[in-house]
């Protein structure tokens, strides 16, 4: 059974930094896709980034972009999103998620999730 744990949230004032950790366990397969999301109150969830294992390929939503950086770690498989320069509007529940079935884009449906973490920018 996959799951995921995320630590690392925490407040910050706008133009900080913050790394966030998502534990990864039970894969069959390592080269399942895995993401990040995030939900801000009274908002819909959005995709944030997202990093194929199988060739380290990734993908940003334009808001992020040049600020957050996505990677892997195989071994143990722990994922990273180093978030630097916030500004408020990043404040959100962030999520891990992965897929357990093969392609990585976020066209397609996430079916794994951690419980979240909090970050919090202020101005």
């Known amino acids: 059974q996959v799951q995921l744990a995320e630590s690392g949230g925490g407040s910050v004032q706008a133009g900080g930094s913050l790394r966030l950790s998502c534990a990864a366990s039970?894969?069959?397969?390592?080269?399942?896709?895995m993401a990040w999301f995030r939900q801000a109150p009274g908002k819909e969830r959005e995709p944030v980034a997202r990093i194929d294992p199988s060739d380290l390929s990734t993908y940003y939503r334009a808001s992020v972009k040049g600020r957050f950086t996505i990677s892997l770690d195989n071994a143990p498989k722990i994922m990273y999103l180093q978030m630097n320069n916030l500004k408020p509007e990043d404040s959100a529940m962030y999520y891990c998620?992965?897929?357990?079935?093969?392609?990585?884009?976020?066209?397609?449906?996430?079916?794994?999730w951690g419980k979240g973490t909090q970050v919090t920018v202020s101005s």
């Open positions: 998620a992965a897929r357990t079935l093969p392609g990585c884009y976020f066209g397609l449906s996430f079916d794994v």
């Open positions: 039970g894969f069959s397969d390592s080269r399942r896709c």
